[in-house]
Structures are given as C-alpha cells and as structure tokens.
C-alpha cells in the first residue's frame, strides 16, 4: 500500500495557518475532500478555483429514451454532483430531475407503451455492478429489479407487447453472463432463460411476435457472433455460423418487420462496418451501403419497420442517412455540424428521431429531427460556465507517417492567435485500445488553448477503430509497441511544426490511453516534459490476473494470454512497471479505488517503483469512484491538481 498523507477534510478551501512562531497571513489552498487521498501533490493555491473555475461548470444532456406515447424525452444531465435521469416535456422546457443518488445513473428506458414507469441502471461507487430499478412515475417510488448482488446487470429490450424486459447478469458465477427475463412491474417473475459463456453477451432485440430473442457475443472487436434465443425454452441458435478464413464482427442488429430476416452492421467480407440485411431462411446477405468508404455506426428501424436512419464516422464525424428497406433508395439526414452524435432512436408516432450530438464548441445536447422534412429540433441547451463557446478551438485533422510508412492521423487544436511563438503541446491518447479520438466537445481541456496557449494533439495510433478492421489489428499480441511507436513518430511530427515547440510535450492518457502514457514515459523519457496517467495499465501480466472475471477473457484476446509462458515473458518485458528505472521526468497518477477494469494495483504498484527510483510523482486516489472520476467534487480537485501540473513541470 502507497504511503500517503490526506490533507485535512473541509468543503473546497481552506486556510492553513504558518506553523512558525512568527505569525503569518493564512494561505488560502484548495484541498481534496474526504474521498480523495493525494500523495506528493503539492498545496494548490486558491487563485487556481478563481482562474479555472468555469471550465469546471461545463453541463452535457444525453437522450436517454421516448417517452411511450407522448413526445417527452429522458435525458441524464447533472445539477448537483453526479448526471441523473431527468424529463423534458418540449423543447427547450425544464430539465425536471427524476432519480437522486450519490452515484450517477448511467442509463434509463420507457418500456414500449406503459407511462406507468421507467427503469434505469445503477451501480456504487463506481464499481460498475449495476443494479436495475424501477422507478413509478405517480409516486416516485424505487424499486430494485434485479438480485442486489456482487453481480453486473445491464438494461436490455422490451418485448413489443411491452410486458417484458430481456437483460444480462453475471449473478451466477461473476463471469458468465446470462440471459434474463422479467416483467419490471413484478420483480418475482424474474427467471434465468439461458446459462451461456463467457461476458461478452447482451440483448439486441425481440422477434415482432416475441417468441424470439435476438443476441450477441462479443469475442473481440474484429469477432463477434449473432444468435436466437425461444422465449419459451431458451433454446439457441447461432445465425452467423463460427469459422471461415476471417473473423467477422456484427455490432448492431434488428428484426425486420415481418420477422424473416435481420437488419445488421457488419464488417463481413469487407474492410468497413456495412449495413447489411440477413435472410434468416437461407443465411445470405444483402449489403446496403458497400459505396461507403466508412464504418456505419448507430442505426434504428422505424415503427412500421419501412424506413431505417443510420449515422456514418467518416474521419470521426457522423453523418446522418435515411434508408427505403423496401426499395434499397437512400436520402440524406438533415446536415449537422462537425461533431459526433450518439443514441438514435424513432418515437413510436413514426415520425420523430431523437440522438445526442456534440461539436468542439457545443456541450453534449439532445436534439431530434422529422424524417419527413428533415427539420431538426433542439431540446436541451446546455451551460458552458457563463463561457463563450465560440472562442474554443475547432479541430484540424493532421496527419504524420509512422516507422513503417504508416500514415497517422489525429486532431490538433491550437491556441488563439495571441499567444506567440512555438507552443507547448499536450498530446492526449484514448483508451480502448478500440477507441476512436473523435472531434467532440473537450469540456475542461479548452482550458489549456485557450487560457494557457497550450496545443492539444489527439491521436488515433494504430489499433484504434474507425480506419477499418486491419488498421484496428496492427497492435495485437506482440505489436503491442507499434502503438508506441506511433506517438514517436508524432514526436518527430511536432519539431517539424514552426508553431509547435518539441521541446515542451506532455503526454497523458486514460484506461489503455493511460498505458499508452506510461509506455510512452519510458520510451521517450528525453523528450516529455511530463506525464499524467489516469486508470492505466502499469503492467499486463498483473492486469489481466486481477481484472473482473466477466472482462477477463475478452481482454486477453486483446493483450494476450498471460497464462502462456511465451506470452508471459513478453508483456512483462514491455510491462512501464518493469521498464519504471527510465522514467526521470515528473509523473502524475490519478486511480478510481473501485474500479473494475483496471484495479488499483496498477497504479499502487507504479507510484511505490517510481518513488524508490528517486522519481517525482504525484498521485490522486478517489475511494467513491471506478475506472475514472464521475463525481464534479472529485473532477474539479483533479483539474486544479491538473492544471498546477501543467503550470509546473510543462509551461516552466
């Protein structure tokens, strides 16, 4: 256990007092509350609340679900300190909050055609076992649906009689997930449908007669498999037949209207996720949208099943599509600006499409459009801290080639035209590792362009999806380090930049992006001035023992087994915590105590190597908080923290 000393408990700011026999005026410091534990973090001065407050109070509103009959949304947004389900009954009408709890409510849904209630999934602390509820709109009662356990329960579909809800838990052993059914307005009809392997499982959709369940398994990213469950006897049938000369990947899929064939987004027998319509009699494939160099990313079928919306990621940004399923026409959605939209879903009325979008200058909101004059209506407006938005920077997509020849790419945000000469640069690396650096809204990290004319580069290395299904292989198993690599040949990128200064580069990164920052600290120690990690891997080996039972295989068809002796001995050698004794440069560590994914070991485990080798490191734990800092009290200490970091060992 990391030896640490926690500053005393007080709501933001306190005064400490000089301890010298000479009095003194009091110094005013910002100081963690009594969830936080900081080692070596220095005293953060009270003129940091004054200056960096506001890029704190940044509010997003994410469509949750439709209201069953009337045009009203669910939304989570945060009032107090954590997002929580609220109503819109019109657009730009009061967010009115819902649920009240400590922890954050991730997601919550209407069933098909009761108001009566919603349910919604919760877990504590972070730890990511959620619990589903249900929560009765006349009186506001709460009522737990699932088992209450050391168990991980996930909202699925409800039947089209709307009676019946399928979802998965691990409730049996902690590392299967099972498939579930229960009606949510009588939790003792709750029963077990099918015992399967593995935990990569969850619900997609019922059959329009709701005699059948459409499923998923997930091996990996580049595999995964599509499957019918009866409703009546849990008996199974696989749809995507296992085998062939490549893996395939099905990410999405629905039932037709008539039941005889499913609507699914699939990379088969192509570089990209295509739109494809599966004959379920005879197993063949019709693929809809092979002119699109692209990945189709979301899509949802209309009520009377003729028209399907979809959104494309094309370098990042989301465009919007209609589709005739009867004639195969498609038509363009309404035009959105450069940003990234999430959550599509029609009304029951067969006419409205609501999803959530964000652009670097707009939180994340919830809007809807009319398909049938594309018309786009906009529900939530939400705060910037009193900022204007429009002085945050837009994205620029660059491009640099890696060791191999391999052209990179990512988005670069640069300061405002006041801050002269070469800038210092913040590269920021995603996690994943299958994740995409997109141009969304950056919340708090406009802060560093725009106030201390910082730039900010985020990088989509090899291995991150978006380019297609080979550049998302290129770091599996032993090409680990490609990635790595990557971030050097971005390096080199940066001195060739007249307006980038290579001399002042910090690197930081969250969950596998908090790896990449790490092994990035040991690669290129010479050249950072810093690193911040957050939730990362220190070492795979250590990683993949403790890691959640439900996750642990699907990781390690990503990392590799480490119960392989020759595997073994590879990720322990590129493992930052064996390679720590490189690392001269200060480094700053941030750890959710609770978190599932990545334990708290991987960063105990790197702080105590880092310090006996005479480094300088700074550490945060939050004991509420999981795989990153959900909490806006807990948030606002790490930016402060972050910030003074910044000041410290990257401007200086």
Known sequence: ??????????????????????????????????????????????????????YTEFRGAGFLSWHPTRRELLISTRFGDTSQVHEVRTPGGARRQLTFFPDRVASASWPRHSADYFVFAKDRGGDEFAQIYRLEVASGAVTRISDGGRSQNSLGAFSHRGDLMAYMSTRRNGADR??????????????????L????????????????????????VNESYLWLVRVDTGERTLVTPKGGPEKTSYREARFSADGKALFAVTDREAEFARLARLDLATGAHSYLTSDIPWDVELFDLSPDGRTLVFA??????????????????????????????????????????????SAARSPSDSYSFDVSTLAVTRWTESETGGLNAARFPEPELVRWTSFDGRPI???LYRPPKRFAGRRPV???????????????????????????GAALIFPNVRGSTGFGKSFTKLDNGERREDSVKDIGALLDWIATQPDLDPERVMVTGGSYGGYMTLAAATHFDRRLRCSLSVVGISNFVSFLERTEAYRRDLRRVEYGDERDPT??????????????????????????????????????????????NGGQVWYLLAKDEGHGFTKKRNRDFLTYATVMFVRQNLLH
């Open 426 to 452: 913040i590269i920021e690396i995603h996690g994943g590792p299958e994740g995409q650096q997109r141009p969304g809204f950056m919340g708090t990290w406009n802060y560093y362009p725009v106030e201390l």
């Open 312 to 357: 494309t990621n094309e370098n990042g940004v989301s465009i919007l599509r209609l589709l005739d399923t009867r004639t195969g026409r498609r038509r363009p959605g309404p035009r959105l600006p450069l940003g990234v939209l999430g959550g599509l879903e029609w009304h029951a009325n067969g006419r409205d499409v609501a999803f959530s979008f």
């Open 1 to 54: 256990m990391i030896r640490s000393v926690r500053w005393p408990a007080v709501l933001t700011i306190a005064f400490l007092s000089a301890t010298t026999a000479a009095a003194s005026e009091p110094a005013a410091s910002i100081v963690p509350n009594d969830n936080l534990v900081a080692d070596g973090i220095p005293a953060l001065p009270a003129t940091l609340a004054d200056d960096v407050g506001r």
């Open 178 to 195: 099972d498939l579930y059914v229960v009606d949510p307005a009588r939790p003792e009809t709750d029963k077990r449908l099918a015992e």
């Open 567 to 612: 595997t073994r001995a590879f990720l322990l050698a590129i493992a930052p915590l064996n390679n720590a004794q490189k690392i001269t440069k200060p480094l700053f560590i941030v750890q959710g105590q609770n978190d599932p994914r990545v334990p708290v070991n991987e960063a105990e485990q790197m702080v105590a190597t880092v310090k006996k």
């Open 197 to 220: 392997s593995g935990g990569g499982w969850d619900v997609l959709d019922w059959s329009p007669d709701d005699k059948t369940l459409l499923m998923r398994e997930w091996v990996s």
């Open 409 to 411: 790419s990512g988005f």
